[in-house]
Each structure stands twice: as C-alpha cells, then as structure tokens.
C-alpha cells in the first residue's frame, strides 16, 4: 500500500497537528477565560485558522465554553453573513449537544424580523423567501444575543471568533458600531477573538479612539514557527523516508517560519527521489510552481515603486533607506520608504524584531530571483 504524504499544506489542520503555538494558545485562553477578548491578525497561510481550531477545541474541552468558529472568508452580502452566523452558531452548539436550543434561538430571530416587515405571515417564509435588509439586520441583531442567551439557559460562557474579519467589515457597513452595542453588555458571558489576514486594517479598528470598538481587544502577535519545534515535527513525519530527514535544517531555515511553505515544501520534499542529491532544491522548485498563480496574481497587484522596492529586499538589502538600498531602487528615499511602509501593512514584507525587512513568503523571495 502506498503510504499517504503527511504534509498537508491547502487546508487548516486539526488540532492534533499544531505546531508549536503555545504561548500563543495559553494567551487566548487566559484572555477568554479572564473575559476579555482578542484580535489576532497574521498573514494570509500563517495559521490563524488551524490555530483558532486549537483554542476551540481546547476552550470546550479543559473550560467548559460553548465556542463557535463563524468563518467570513470571502463573504458578499448581507445575507451571507447571516448564514455564516447561523452555520457557526449551528455547528458550535451542536458539538456541545445543544441543538434543540439553536432550533429555538434560530426560530426566534427570524420570526422576530419577519414580524417587523408588514404583510409577511411569521415563519412561513422562515429560509426560503429573500430575505430584504432591514429584516436581515434584525436578524443579525438577534444572533449577536445568541451567546448571552445560550448562558441564560445553560450558565456556560462562549467563546464567539470571527475568522477573516476584515471581509465582514467590508459587507457590513457600520459593523464595528453594531458589534460593540452587543458585546459591551457580554462581560462575563461571552468573549470574542477577532481574526484577520489585514494586520492594518484591525490595528486601525480597535486602536484608533474614534472607532466604536477601541480597545476593545487585545492583540495577540502570530509570528514565524519557531525553528526547533518545527524541524522536530518534520522529524517524525520524515522518518520513513531516510535520508530526506537530512535536509530537515535547511528547509526549516529556507521557509523562514512561514508555516504554510514550510508544509508545501516538506510535502514536495517527501515525494523525491530520498536518493536524490538536489532534493531539497527540487522540492522548492515544485512548491514554487506550486504557487506560480498566487505569486503572479501578488506581483500584478504591486504599483511600480513597491515592485522596485521588493526587488531590493529580494537582493538581500534589509534596510531600505541604507544608501546601497537607494542606489539599487533608482528612486527617491520618500517614495522608497513609503512604497516599504505599504508592503509591510500588505504582509508582504515584515519588519523582525530587530527591525529590518524580510520577504514574508519565502516563495516570492525565490520566484524573484530564481538564480540565488
Ligand atoms: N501551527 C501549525 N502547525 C503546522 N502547520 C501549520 C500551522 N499553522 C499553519 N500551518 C500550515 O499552514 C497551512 C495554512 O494554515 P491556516 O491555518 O489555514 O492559515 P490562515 O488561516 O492563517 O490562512 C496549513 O495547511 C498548514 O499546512
Ligand atoms: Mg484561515
């Protein structure tokens, strides 16, 4: 029988999967269990996912919480939201054996809305007929009262997360407004994380006074893996295909951290040839492909001055105001600096804690200049 290729790179993991992410774990916990909330911005691919399926699976388990995971990736409407709202809310109290409660609530909020707009018979329509938008707004207010309710009934706490946040605050206008005037009256009922692949765009909503949700959350950092646990998981999964475990050091070292490349590139590692004495080089070369869509679509989004400054970081400048760095852009320091300031809010460069720049994708890096 042929064996499965352990390293899977396109989906979240399950929680027995996680590497690392304790501290990161411990402190979501302790935030919600403390009743606070917290935002967790990263970029796209750096596990946000797979690690929020940790916390709630770890919340209901050693905690007690009633946790529901609403999903906005992508969303478009109004209505969408909503149904990502009853589909989380759904599969939460269902794990937690509570579905004849959901029918209730359920029922409740849209025959609640329904009887807001006249000459509409209460529940007869109930998920068929389109919905308009006042009706669904009420609906919306009706399901963010799901988690206070839910402990009315049961006296357990929830824990609500938003997941790819900023797609819901581009659908929802006001949303932010509409959240707080729920979850202010939550504490000690329900606390919420709020997940995102636009780092910015959250530091903005939660640290700026005049936004409704100020403060409101706390921001837990999701950096690179740490390089130890990381080759010490690939060990164990590339045991069976001795000697590729001996390019272990340098794949982890090439990925930077960056966990989805890290995974793709020890899945295409796992398929060579074990024999093989380019390997390694050959795997990257395959997740590179791999990619090919995604780093293209990453470089035709670029204005002209972030592809020059991208291209110098790619050389190996780390400083982009450093004179090598101006000489190699042949542009101004001004736009240099705030072509660099708009590729890290883009998460395609990231500043390290010792505050130079660094290509967040180690594919992109290679993709620019395939020679190195
Ligand atoms: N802690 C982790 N341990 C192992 N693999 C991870 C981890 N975090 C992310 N990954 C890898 O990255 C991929 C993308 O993770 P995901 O959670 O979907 O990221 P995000 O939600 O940030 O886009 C997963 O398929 C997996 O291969
Ligand atoms: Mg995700």
């Known amino acids: 029988m042929k064996l499965a290729n352990p390293f899977v790179f396109d989906r979240p993991l399950p929680p027995g999967e996680l590497i690392d992410r304790e ?3 411990d402190l979501l916990v302790a935030l919600a269990v403390g009743g606070q909330s917290a935002r967790l911005a990263a970029p796209r691919r750096y596990g946000k996912t797979t690690l929020l399926g940790a916390l709630v699976d770890h919340i209901e388990r050693e905690e007690g919480f009633i946790a529901t995971l609403l999903d906005f990736s992508r969303v478009t409407s109004m209505a969408d939201v909503v149904a990502r709202f009853e589909q989380g809310y759904a599969e939460g109290l269902e794990r937690s054996k509570l579905r004849a409660l959901w029918r209730s ?4 909020a849209t025959v609640d809305a329904h009887l807001r707009v006249p000459g509409d018979v209460a529940g007869v329509s109930v998920g068929i007929a389109p919905a308009d938008g006042e009706e669904l707004l009420s609906r919306l207010h009706h399901l963010l009262e799901v988690p206070r309710v839910v402990h009315e009934r049961t006296g357990r706490r929830c824990l609500v997360i938003f997941d790819e946040f900023q797609d819901l605050l581009k659908v929802v206008q006001g949303v932010d407004g509409i959240l707080r005037s729920h979850i202010q009256h939550h504490y000690k009922v329900a606390s919420y994380v709020f997940a995102g692949s636009e780092p910015s765009l959250l530091a903005e909503l939660f640290g700026d006074r005049k936004r409704p949700l100020f403060e409101q959350a706390r921001s837990v950092p999701l950096g690179p893996l740490a390089p130890a646990p990381l080759a010490a998981w690939l060990e164990t ?6 000697p590729l475990g001996e390019w272990i050091d340098e794949l982890v070292a090439f990925s930077g951290g960056h966990p989805q490349r890290a995974m793709m590139i020890a899945h295409m590692l796992w398929e060579q040839d074990p024999q093989d004495p380019d390997a390694l080089s050959h795997a990257i070369n395959a997740a590179t492909r791999e990619a090919a869509e995604g780093l293209e679509q990453t470089w035709t989004s670029l204005s002209a001055n972030e592809r020059k400054v991208l291209g110098v970081i790619a050389t190996g400048q780390r400083q982009v105001t450093s004179k090598a760095a101006l000489a190699l852009s042949e542009i101004g320091k001004g736009s240099q600096a705030y072509a660099a300031a708009s590729l ?12 130079l720049l660094s290509i967040v994708d180690p594919l992109l890096a290679r993709w ?3 020679a190195r």
């Open 23 to 25: 501290e990161e774990l």
């Open 105 to 108: 609530l359920r029922r409740r």
């Open 237 to 242: 999964r590339l045991g069976s295909r001795e």
């Open 344 to 355: 890290v809010e883009h998460c395609i460069l990231r500043t390290s804690s010792d505050g």
């Open 368 to 370: 620019l200049s395939p």
